[in-house]
């Protein structure tokens, strides 16, 4: 064999060796690809067959609901047609049918109360609970409906309340001889920030909903145990809302359907039942009747709210902070040491801080807050009305 065969032939050799790694690494890659193809059509068949087992579901949830809806509404025509002097309750029809009913319903509270199988009175122990509760243990004695009451109180604590806002709600309740049912809400509004690592703010009220209603709602579920009917109860959940306090308030109506607490086994209506008074109307009448208020609103604070609502206005916490002072309490201090561990302002605007140093401002100026029993009805009746009030508590002791 000559030298240039030789050379010919290992060529020949390291193309050989080439072509046989390049087919066993084409081989590999050809396995991997069968491989990964048959899992992407496991996996595909796979999502296919949930999608087609939740395609089922949902078919028939929709028949289901189909047949549910068009059941209800046979019901309702049926129930409504002797009342309806010809005309149908489709569509728009029936909100008109709801609303008118409830309009109705609300300009009858005695009937309306007869007719609960339990009347839950929502009690902050404030100025417009108070007046509702003045008005409905009245309603209720006169219907002899006193034992179908419970007044529930949603204790925020004392890191949220001012001091004695539980107590009072207690003996508010009691001066008609009505149950109350006071439901703790562990840590309050500053455990609640302290969880978040923020402060709720009026579009996402977060406290309210968190540490008052979802609270209530469960009280509602125990009372309808309770009751132990073997039909649906009927619940009137009772709130001291006004439309004078806000725009929103403003929109809500006076006796609504909860549709999110109705259900099977009660029909929850919510009802306002001081919706149309104003401020002047509530405390004329809490100085007629002689209600005991928190001595809060005599140093005029507007509200029993939380210490620092998140909803009030600069001027307003200003006050609570000097109130606070007044007070002794600890909660300006707790609360700014908590805004700056968090690092989240009380509000967008301005943070607790600020409202803390124009307290002092004012306060250097002013002296510290003082007032006098009855200085709530003196600013909004005159010294008159406050004097005669006083007497009638003094009477009443
Ligand atoms: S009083 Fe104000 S801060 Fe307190 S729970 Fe209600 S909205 Fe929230």
């Known amino acids: 064999m000559d030298i240039t ?7 020949a050799i390291r193309r050989a060796d080439q072509a046989d790694a390049a087919h066993t690494a084409a081989g590999r890659a050809c396995t991997r690809a069968t491989r990964a193809a048959a899992d992407a059509l496991e996996e595909a068949q796979q999502t296919h067959a949930d999608c087609g087992r939740r395609k089922q579901a949902a078919q028939a949830k929709l028949r289901r609901t189909f047949a549910a809806a068009r059941t209800a509404n046979r019901e309702l025509a049926a129930l409504y047609a002797p009342h309806a002097r010809g005309r149908a309750t489709g569509g728009k029809r029936r909100s008109d ?9 609300a300009a009858m ?14 009690s902050s122990a404030g100025k417009d609970s ?16 006193t034992d179908k009451v419970v007044v529930v109180h949603c204790d925020l604590g004392d890191t949220s309340e001012w001091p004695g806002v539980r107590e009072l709600a207690q003996r508010q309740a009691e001066r008609y001889g009505l149950r109350f049912v006071a439901i703790d809400s562990e840590g309050g509004l500053l455990g609640l920030v302290e969880k978040r690592g923020m402060f709720p703010d009026a579009t996402r009220r977060l406290c309210t909903s968190t540490l008052k209603r979802d609270k209530a709602n469960v009280l509602l579920t125990a009372i309808v145990t309770a009751l ?20 929103a308030r403003s929109r809500k109506l006076p006796l609504s359907i909860d549709a999110r607490t109705s259900n099977g086994k009660r029909l929850v209506l919510t009802w306002h039942p001081i919706f149309a008074l104003s401020d002047t109307e509530i405390w004329q009448e809490i100085a007629a009747e002689g209600l005991e208020y928190h001595p809060a609103y005599d140093a005029l604070m507007p509200r029993l709210s939380c210490v620092f609502c998140v909803l009030a206005g600069f001027s307003v916490l200003v006050r609570a902070v000097r109130l606070c002072w007044a007070l002794g309490l600890p909660l300006p201090e707790q609360y700014t040491e908590l805004e700056a561990r968090i690092g989240h302002r009380f509000k967008e605007q301005y943070s607790l801080a600020d409202v803390v140093a124009e307290a002092a401002r004012i306060e250097a100026a002013e002296g510290p807050l003082s007032w006098s029993r009855g200085d709530a009805i003196r600013d909004q009746l005159g010294e008159a009305a406050a004097a005669a009030y006083l007497e009638r508590l003094a009477l009443a002791a």
């Open 109 to 122: 509270p005695p009937e309306m109360i007869q007719a609960a199988d339990a009347l839950v009175i929502q």
């Open 5 to 11: 065969t030789r050379l010919q032939l290992l060529e």
């Open 130 to 145: 108070l007046v509702m509760l003045h008005r409905l243990a009245t309603w209720a004695a006169r219907a002899g409906c």
């Open 228 to 247: 132990g009917l073997d039909r649906q109860a009927l619940i009137i959940n009772c709130l001291g809302i006004r439309a004078a306090e806000s725009p």
């Open 97 to 105: 049918v709801a609303a008118g009913i409830l309009d109705e319903l």
